[in-house]
């Protein structure tokens, strides 16, 4: 009798792309997610180690389908620019996420903000900040030896690794670019393109009353 032997095969993991929550609960909460999440894009447009995502779920222990998080926003220098169906850290040369942001919603609960602030404790993120837009708070935590220590004074704090600055109004969060460029929303960036074009446009039909061809200056 030959007996035939078989190589022993692990099953293959599937890392789910969804947990099946929305991206947001409401349109405050979706308004701020992807206004960070695309202005922090523009800010590292022309850097291509630096990956940027909104609600992506990052896996940072292979093996493990359940240890997972979905940052609203999430940050990670050392990695290129594309197209992921989730962040599987062991497949990224084991880079953690460096800076995760989470807008708060009515569904957030404490319970479960714990559970998040623990994760990112766990798995070295280096800087993590909290917006709950109904009262205008902002909370940052940044990695201090093994934890994550919150920032005393957080109105004014410039990001170690983002170089942004946080200001809070009397109705508002503002986040500024290092060159002191305000965040705004997508409307908001339009509304200023459209004003700098008409403002040419004026500069154009002036210099053209006077006789001055641009074309030859």
Known sequence: MVQQFTPDTKPEIIYPDSDGKPMAEN?????????IKENLEILFASEND?????????????GSVKTRQAPDVM???GRPKGRRGSYKQWEENNIAPQVVF???????????MARKLLFYHRYGVEEYYIYEPTTLE???LIRQKEWLEE??????????????RFELTSDNLEIYYPDGRKFLTSLELNQQLEQERQNYQDLLAKLQAKGIDINTL
């Open 102 to 112: 989470e807008i708060l919603s009515p569904g957030n609960r404490s319970q479960e």
């Open 151 to 164: 920032i005393e004074e957080i109105n004014g704090w410039i990001s170690p690794r983002l170089g942004i």
């Open 50 to 62: 630096v990956f940027i995502a909104g609600d992506l779920l990052w896996y940072p222990v292979e």
């Open 27 to 35: 349109t405050e909460h979706y308004e701020w997610i992807v206004k």
């Open 138 to 140: 902002l909370t940052g």
């Open 75 to 77: 940050v990670i220098f």
